[in-house]
């Protein structure tokens, strides 16, 4: 914009604090409540979420279940390994998750929301992605099953709030985003064991999240670090009876980039455990902005960290030198997921999709 004075960006140093008590409880309150909500989804992109209503009881039995899941031995873990799955669904030893093209020091079992697979064939090759998790037999991890889904099942109706909250504080209809997703919604989850981080590593690297919003539950030890515009890595502690909740690269893309998903890590000096739910909608879902009032894509002009913010590097591009956020955007989510597995899985993809490589 020819004679605008780009305003300084703001460099946040604490994570604000969203309660969900008064977009629930007062309706009178809920257009001045969702502005806010994006307001600080604007200027930093994370905030710690309060009065969500899922039980404490519930939270704690899924982290029993989780950690009773990663106390299995290797051998009994390995019968669902990620790499037996064309899907990318299943466990992973630590280190055999790359983000931008760095070893990540965790280990992880990844599930997805189950829908039909397409053909093996199926192209564009993004179809392929939907399809079956894997699953312990119930005699292995009696009830692990059950409470995965429940969990995933609690986490899609929280998301599908938040969206609607971010829809409203955007000016535009509740079911703005929730009429994009398509018929077959895919989201993914991630439970998480860190072991101590090695020095100079990082449990996870530096990285955007690939879907519209994560809800990510941590379990009483810290070590998430979000990346402020000044280059300084801002603790994101763990705060009882909250979930964490931060932007992903489809909500930046949909936005025209008003909504910018934040650079986040792990680093970690003792045993952590967690939990990530990545929102996303059908896989083929057109990430095309949305039409938005044009005060937003004004405020996006003057603002260096919205107007120049990119996306993670894909495979072919970190093969070449390139790092970090400096990508153009997918133009379905099919893709854009599709680019996070190739770079993030290479050996999946030799062993299911060598002619893809």
């Known amino acids: 914009?020819?004679?605008t004075t780009l305003a300084p960006t703001i460099a946040f140093t604490d994570i604000p604090i969203v309660s969900l008590a008064m977009w629930r409880q007062d309706p009178s309150r809920r257009q001045s409540f969702a502005e806010q909500v994006v307001k600080a989804c604007h200027?930093?992109?994370f905030f710690t979420l309060v009065d969500h209503g899922i039980d404490d009881a519930f939270i704690a039995a899924y982290?029993?279940?989780l950690e009773s899941f990663f106390a299995l031995p290797s051998a009994a873990k390995a019968l669902i390994d990620k790499q037996q799955s064309p899907h990318f669904r299943g466990w992973e030893q630590v280190g055999a998750e790359l983000t931008d093209n760095r070893v990540d020091y965790r280990e992880q079992l990844d599930l997805s929301t189950e829908h039909p697979p397409y053909p093996p064939d199926a192209m564009p090759p993004y179809l392929r992605l939907d399809g079956p998790n894997q699953w312990l037999p119930e005699s292995v991890l009696p009830g692990f099953h059950s409470i995965v889904n429940d969990f995933l099942a609690r986490?899609?109706?929280?998301?599908?709030e938040l969206m609607e909250i971010l829809a409203v504080g955007l000016g535009l209809e509740r079911n703005a985003f929730r009429a994009v997703f398509g018929e077959r919604p895919l989201s993914f989850a991630k439970l998480i064991s860190y072991p101590p981080t090695p020095p100079g590593q990082a449990g996870v690297n530096g990285h955007h999240?690939?879907?519209?919003?994560?809800i990510l539950l941590q379990h009483g030890v810290g070590g998430l670090q979000a990346l402020n515009p000044d280059g300084d890595w801002i603790d994101v502690p763990p705060t009882p009876d909250a979930f964490v909740i931060n932007l992903g690269e489809m909500?930046?893309?949909m936005t025209g980039n008003y909504l910018v998903a934040?650079?986040?890590r792990v680093i970690t000096s003792s045993q952590r455990y967690s939990s990530a739910y990545f929102h996303g909608p059908d896989l083929r879902t057109n990430l095309h902005p949305i039409v938005l009032d044009p005060s937003f894509a004004a405020a996006v002009?003057?603002?260096p960290r919205h107007r120049d913010a990119a996306f993670m590097a894909k495979r072919d591009e970190l093969l070449a030198g390139e790092s970090g956020t400096t990508s153009a955007p997918a133009p379905v989510f099919g893709e854009q997921m599709w680019n996070y597995y190739v770079r993030s899985y290479p050996e999946v993809v030799r062993l299911h999709y060598p002619d893809l490589m």
């Open 43 to 45: 200027e930093v992109g």
């Open 1 to 3: 914009m020819t004679g």
């Open 155 to 160: 986490m899609g109706a929280l998301a599908d």
């Open 262 to 264: 934040t650079t986040h």
């Open 63 to 65: 982290f029993a279940a």
């Open 251 to 253: 909500l930046q893309s």
């Open 301 to 303: 002009q003057v603002s």
């Open 209 to 214: 999240d690939a879907g519209f919003l994560t």
